[in-house]
């Protein structure tokens, strides 16, 4: 693959979007009508999991007790 197809790919990479976007590569509207035309994943998320595993997260330093 050449290095500018390997570019095109990542063109609206969110890791390069800023430098994509001051460089002239992409224009702003170029970008919104990239995400107008983005699936929406929302129902692949299970939110009920991440809100457990978050409860269940404590730092270390909160279980040490001083002496």
Known sequence: ??????????K????????NLS?????KAEY??????LEDSAHLVDIEDEVDDEANDT????NIESH
């Open 12 to 19: 609206y990479d969110v890791r390069l979007l800023e430098y």
């Open 1 to 10: 693959m050449s290095f500018e197809k390997a570019m095109g790919k990542m």
């Open 59 to 62: 730092p270390e330093t909160e």
């Open 23 to 27: 460089q002239g590569f992409i224009t």
């Open 32 to 37: 919104e009508k990239h995400l107008s035309q």
